[in-house]
C-alpha cells in the first residue's frame, strides 16, 4: 500500500516512537505494531504523520511543538466535528482514538482512518482534462453545502460554538491573532480592521463551517470526481455558513500569480466562474442570490493574518510544513487584493 506525500519525519516534529507504539497497542483496533512512521509534507497547522505497521496505515494528527497562539491547534476540536459528521452525510474519515495526554508524544493527538484518493493542491488541477474539471468543482460545492446542511444540535454540536454574531466574533479573534503573530506593517491590514466590523450584511444564521474549505482539503475518489474526505478541521465552529463560502471562492479574485489565484480563467478551462459556483451553492442551500463581497474580502482578511501566524511559527522553529516563509509571504497580496475588493477597485 502506498500514501503520497509523505517525508521522513522532521527534525522539530520528532517524538518517542516507542512510547506511542506502547500507548496504541490494545487501544487502537488492529494495531499490534509499528514498524515506521512518516510525515505529510502538506499542511500548515497542525503536523500529521502516517503510521505504519501490519501492513496497515493509520494517520496521527497533533499539535505542533513549542509555545502556541491561545485557542489555535485545537486538535480535540477536530476530531470531535468529524466524529460527529460522520453519520450525517459528510465525508469524514473514520477517528479511532483522542489522547490529551501530553507525556506520550509531547501534545495531545488523535488517530484515523487513512482514506485513499486524490489530493489536487493546485485549484488550478493544470493535469486535469476540462470536463473533469467542471466535475472536480461541483462536487467541491456539493459536499459544501452539505456541510452546511448539517443541524448542529442533531449531529450533538450543538454547543461547538457559540451561535450569531459570526464575523463580528471572528473579526475580533483574527485582529487579535494578527496582533500576536505579526512580523511587519501591512496597512491594508489595519483599514480592513477599521472597514470589516462596520460593514457586515444584515441577517445572521448558524451552521457547523470548516473554516479552511479549499480543494486541497479534499480527498476525490481514486476512479470518479467525488469528494471522499475533508480534512482539516481545525478553525471549525459554528458559524455562518457564507464565511466557509467566501473562503472557497476567494481565489476567483486572486490572480494566478499568487497562491491559490485562478482569476481570469476562459470558460473552455473548464472550472467555473465565481457567479455560477456561488449560484449553484446558493441552489443547493436553498438560499436567494447573494453579492458575495464582503465574504471574500472577510475570508482574505483572516487567511493574511493565518499565513502571518504560519510565518511567525516558521521564524520560531516550530512550523508544520518545510514551506511557512513561502506561505507567509502570501499575507501582504491576500491583504492587498482584500482591501482592493472592498474599496471598489481591480486587485
Not at 3 to 14: D, N
Amino acid at each position: 500500500m502506498t500514501v503520497q506525500g509523505l517525508i521522513e519525519v522532521r527534525g522539530a516534529h520528532r517524538f518517542d516512537e516507542n512510547a506511542l507504539a506502547e500507548y496504541l497497542a490494545g487501544r487502537l483496533p488492529g494495531f499490534t505494531r509499528l514498524d515506521r512512521i512518516r510525515q505529510f509534507h502538506g499542511g500548515q497547522s497542525n503536523p500529521t504523520f502516517a503510521l505504519e505497521g501490519d501492513g496497515a496505515i493509520w494517520v496521527l494528527r497533533k499539535k505542533p511543538p513549542g509555545e502556541l497562539l491561545p485557542s489555535a491547534h485545537a486538535v480535540d476540536r477536530e476530531y470531535r466535528v468529524q466524529a460527529a459528521l460522520r453519520d450525517q452525510g459528510v465525508p469524514v474519515p473514520e477517528m479511532y482514538l483522542y489522547c490529551d495526554d501530553t507525556a506520550i508524544i509531547g501534545t495531545p493527538f488523535y488517530v484515523m482512518e487513512c482514506l485513499r484518493g486524490r489530493v489536487f493542491e493546485d485549484p488550478l488541477l493544470p493535469d486535469v482534462e476540462p470536463a473533469d474539471r467542471t466535475a472536480l468543482y461541483d462536487a467541491m460545492n456539493r459536499t459544501l453545502a452539505a456541510i452546511h446542511a448539517v443541524d448542529p444540535a442533531a449531529a450533538g454540536l450543538g454547543d461547538f460554538g457559540r451561535p450569531g454574531n459570526y464575523f463580528a466574533r471572528q473579526i475580533a479573534r483574527w485582529t487579535k491573532q494578527w496582533e500576536l503573530s505579526r512580523t511587519r506593517e501591512v496597512p491594508e491590514m489595519d483599514r480592513l480592521i477599521e472597514w470589516l466590523p462596520a460593514n457586515i450584511p444584515p441577517g445572521d444564521e448558524t451552521s457547523v463551517v470548516h473554516g479552511d474549505y479549499r480543494l486541497g482539503n479534499l480527498i476525490i475518489a481514486p476512479d470518479r470526481p467525488e469528494v471522499i474526505g475533508v480534512l482539516d478541521w481545525e478553525l471549525s465552529t459554528l458559524g455562518h455558513p457564507l464565511g466557509d463560502l467566501g473562503y472557497n471562492i476567494s481565489g476567483f479574485q486572486i490572480p494566478q500569480s499568487i497562491r491559490h489565484g485562478i482569476m481570469g480563467l476562459p470558460p473552455e478551462y473548464g472550472i467555473p466562474d465565481q457567479a455560477s459556483y456561488v449560484a449553484d451553492y446558493c441552489r443547493r442551500s436553498g438560499r436567494k442570490p447573494i453579492d458575495p463581497h464582503f465574504y471574500v474580502a472577510f475570508s482574505m482578511f483572516r487567511f493574511a493574518a493565518i499565513a502571518e501566524g504560519v510565518l511567525a511559527r516558521g521564524l520560531g522553529g516550530n512550523a508544520s510544513s518545510a514551506n511557512a516563509q513561502e506561505v507567509g509571504a502570501q499575507t501582504v497580496p491576500y491583504a492587498r487584493t482584500a482591501w482592493a475588493l472592498v474599496a471598489g477597485s481591480a486587485p
